[in-house]
């Protein structure tokens, strides 16, 4: 059953609030995340289809140590609020993710890679976010792209555009389906009032503040979602102290996906079959080289068929600030 929260701020407003859940990030010294999609009210905001919400959190003793993993059929977009984490992958790459910073990642045919927290890094907050790449994109060769987006001033807010495009600034980084992502830092008691693109939905993920969203609350962790339909999205931060957000968007994703583990698929049995690949070191998937320790094995496959979802009909977006 849908979260109550979710049908009732819909029906008043036109804006959802998606609820995030507890989970445990794999590996070793695990951390846990609040994860906000997918969940049964909405699978995809665009093709976003996978938004993790950490800390701020003491690293734990060691570090975050986050073994060689696979993907296949999706981005990665790492970014972080603070501490760095290196990142290696099997396209050779080896970097650093740093606060305000854009690392993407592309696994389409497969690509493997590894996180571990720098020694100098004890507290880690960022957001990690997947994007599924269309049926005709799957296959697609493993990438690596950084980017740095300079700070935007708006009236009593701060904006980093790291992919797509947002009040005149553009990111260069490429993707297979038109995204926006973006960092909205808000001052105290600040507003702001953002022409978007109607043809996209669109998903503000609050970090930290009291935030409304075309007038609806929207708790720290969770994710307020907005239809097709809307020219303008007015953000408010009503605390004394500052407010953050991460505003992900694109235009409806109709494709069904199966996700299960690190793979965006179609199918049951395509989980199989690059399951099967990571745990025979296929070369689908490539090694991680610099990395002094064992690959993350692959968990068991449920015995029952992982069907395809998709989001729920679509609906335009309704209420007050709309066109």
């Not at 696994?107 to 890094?121: F, K, P, Q, R």
């Not at 996209?200 to 339909?229: I, K, M, N, Q, S």
């Not at 069904?256 to 199989?272: A, C, G, K, S, Y």
């Not at 689908?284 to 968990?299: C, D, I, K, N, T």
């Amino acid at each position: 059953m849908s979260d109550p929260r979710v049908a009732q701020a819909g029906s008043a407003t036109g804006v959802e609030v998606l609820p995030a859940r507890d989970v445990p990030l794999g590996g070793p010294r695990a951390l846990r995340v609040r994860r906000t999609i997918p969940q049964r009210a909405r699978t995809l905001i665009g093709a976003w289809c996978f938004a993790d919400h950490y800390g701020p959190v003491e690293v734990p003793a060691g570090g975050m140590d986050l073994p060689p993993h696979p993907h296949t059929g999706l981005q990665t977009v790492s970014w972080l609020f603070s501490g760095t984490i290196e990142h290696r992958d099997s396209l050779g790459t080896h970097s650093l993710i740093r606060p305000g910073e854009l690392n993407l990642m592309t696994g389409g045919h497969g690509i493997a890679h590894s996180e571990v927290s720098t020694a100098d890094t004890t507290v880690l907050h960022g957001v990690q976010l997947w994007v599924a790449l269309p049926d005709a994109d799957r296959e697609a060769g493993r990438d690596f792209q950084h980017y740095v987006p300079e700070p935007v001033r708006l009236d009593g807010a701060e904006l980093r555009v790291f992919l797509g495009s947002l009040e005149g600034e553009t990111s260069p980084v490429r993707t297979f389906t038109p995204l926006l992502g973006a960092q909205l830092d808000l001052e105290p008691y600040a507003t702001v009032t953002l022409s978007i693109d109607p043809g996209f939905e669109h998903g503000l993920l609050v970090d930290a503040g009291d935030v409304r969203l075309d007038g609806t609350a929207v708790p720290a962790a969770e994710l307020g979602y907005v239809a097709p339909g809307a020219g303008t999205l007015t953000v408010t931060n009503r605390s004394d102290g500052p407010a953050r957000a991460v505003l992900l968007g694109g235009p409806p994703f109709e494709e069904e996906i199966v996700m299960w583990w690190n793979f965006v698929v179609r199918d049951h049995e395509e989980i199989l079959r690059a399951r099967r690949d990571w745990e025979a070191a296929s070369g689908r998937f490539g090694s991680v080289e610099g990395y002094h320790g064992h690959r993350l094995p692959a968990p068991p496959v449920p015995d029952v068929i992982i069907k395809p979802r998709r989001n729920p009909p679509r609906r335009t977006a309704a209420g007050p600030g709309r066109v």
